[in-house]
């Protein structure tokens, strides 16, 4: 399908599923020329309900002009769409050092399930934009190079860092797992590789949530492997994912989060990186002109990262020295760590860079969004409901039906991995709420991590969220420090870290994070996957 035009914001442009049944697929024949829905130039458009595979691209946004709005894209299943890798393909390979003529017509750098770009001679200045307001929501993408791209890498007219050609953008509930298109022969022999699963480049105002990599960037690499790369962004959160098992390939790096070249202002907020071969997060500011400025990791959890790397390796690894390319600045802090191949930190520089309060765990931490389960209190989680005389039970119902499966309570209350959603309170009532309970296996000491924010940023009256803990002694708020629980205004998706250290407890203690509805529920979806470590021994 190749479409083009622009709806508007209150009529926008739809291709998506009718009728019952299963979603539509548009899969190609493997052709590098193959590509399954390519757009030009598209404004408010509505792109829902569907599979695409077998091609170059699956689903290619193409702008060669400024000032585009308004894509949302949703429920997508993307999946083996490859063959273009740094614009070379099979029948141009790297060799040949003659980009694939295909690929230049349409500015494709990699394969892609979806995939934005801009036209090589489209430019503009630091003030303008290409593409303002995507909205990225349940989409999966397995064995592509890339599962999603936004590619555009390059100066402005003034020479400046150009983060600003996709703006306002937020991708939630991603799902990508073996990103490794290039790992046959066919595409070996060509020189290709499998950079990366997610790559966002050229952006500014993003944010990126509840979504899990597993498994990514699967294939031998010559330039290094990444879950995410990072290259010419601005102002980006990323909370409450999870960043698994990027595989040892012999490549360069293979970490979870590459922050590749010139980024400002990005937070990293209570997500998991686990199992990854190489570390966690990479900075490199290896290129002229390069800097990372005023990044944060907080609140976050690292496990088992660096475990087939090069000696020396780190969890959180800083690769330049400062000399030619800028020295990074920001804060690492109130992180909890079980790393057992190498030091948390470490790199050329990584002395210039605030660390504090970090936790060493004295096993793996219990990420709840990874630990989560259709079965009521495996690997020591509930999923429960407050009754209207204030008491706790478990939600008596899951079902696979609501994003990747939820325990829940009519239509009104659901617990996921990821997200709660409290029933409506209105006026002076009790009961509504909504939890995950963490029950202590043993005695002793433990510290928790998390972030509690609006996953559905688009209304509501907000949510008061607080963390209770329930033990002989009867139950007591231990976050926030005073008064009853945090508001997290309808629109908030920065949220609250909700990060507490040296809490005793018992074998059998509950430790529950609760979220309530402050009026009714419409819109108030909150995401909230905590993290909990015993920092000592205990018994």
Request: charged share 15%; glycine share 12%; net charge negative.
């Amino acid at each position: 399908m190749t479409l083009a035009g622009r709806g508007s914001a209150s009529e926008p442009i739809s291709i998506g599923a009718y009728g019952e049944g299963a979603d539509p697929k548009i899969l190609r024949n493997q052709g590098i020329g193959d590509i399954c829905i390519l757009l030009m130039d598209a404004s408010y458009w509505n792109i829902s309900d569907l599979e695409v595979g077998r091609a170059s691209v699956g689903i290619l946004l193409h702008y060669t002009q400024l000032f585009n709005n308004g894509i949302h894209i949703s429920h997508i299943y993307a999946h083996d769409n490859k063959g273009i890798w740094a614009g070379f393909s099979p029948e141009y390979p790297v060799q040949r050092k003659v980009p694939d003529p295909f690929a230049a017509s349409l500015n494709i750098n990699l394969s892609s399930g979806i995939l934005f770009n801009i036209a090589s001679y489209l430019s503009f200045s630091a003030s303008q934009y290409v593409l303002k307001g995507v909205n990225v929501s349940d989409v999966r993408g397995a064995n592509n190079v890339d599962s999603l791209a936004f590619d555009a890498e390059r100066t402005t007219i003034e020479g400046q860092d150009g983060h600003n050609a996709f703006q306002d953008v937020v991708m939630n509930g991603l799902v990508l797992a073996s990103d490794n298109g290039h790992e046959a022969e066919v595409y070996q022999r060509a020189g290709l590789g499998c950079s990366d699963a997610l790559r966002l480049l050229g952006m500014t105002n993003v944010t990126l949530m509840n979504s899990v990599l597993m498994g990514e960037a699967g294939c031998r690499t010559p330039t290094g492997t990444a879950a995410l790369m990072l290259g010419r962004v601005s102002k980006v959160r990323i909370v409450n994912n999870i960043f698994f098992g990027v595989p040892h390939s012999g490549s360069p790096d293979e970490t979870a989060i590459d922050f590749e070249w010139s980024e400002s202002e990005v937070e990293l907020h209570a997500n998991l990186f686990e199992g990854n071969a190489g570390p966690a997060v990479e900075i490199l500011n290896i290129h002229p002109g390069d800097h990372t400025n005023a990044f944060d990791f907080c609140g976050n959890t690292f496990a088992d990262n660096a475990h087939s790397h090069r000696p020396g390796a780190a969890s959180v690894w800083q690769d330049n020295d400062g000399r030619n390319y800028g020295t990074p600045s920001g804060k690492i802090r109130n992180n909890l760590v079980f790393e057992k191949h190498g030091p948390f930190l470490a790199g050329k520089n990584i002395a210039m860079i605030s660390s504090v309060n970090q936790h060493e765990t004295a096993i793996g931490p219990n990420y709840a969004a990874e630990l989560f389960s259709s079965t009521q209190g495996k690997n020591q989680w509930r999923y429960l409901y407050e009754n209207s005389d204030s008491t706790w039970n478990d939600l008596p119902q899951y079902s696979s039906e609501i994003g990747n499966g939820a325990w829940m309570r009519g239509n009104a209350q659901f617990v996921s991995a990821f997200d709660l959603q409290p029933a409506s309170c209105l006026g002076s009532c009790t009961g509504g709420g909504v939890a995950r309970a963490w029950v202590a296996p043993r005695a002793g000491t433990i510290s928790i991590r998390g972030r509690v924010l609006k996953s559905d940023t688009s209304g509501g009256n907000g949510v008061y969220a607080s963390i209770n803990l329930v033990s002989s002694r009867g139950v007591a708020q231990i976050w926030p420090a005073a008064g009853g629980g945090k508001v997290i205004a309808g629109s908030d998706n920065a949220g609250s870290g909700t990060d507490v250290d040296s809490i005793q407890v018992a074998r059998g203690d509950v430790v529950r994070f609760e979220v309530h509805a402050n009026g009714d529920n419409a819109h108030d979806v909150v995401s909230w996957t905590p993290s909990i470590g015993y920092v000592d021994r205990g018994q």
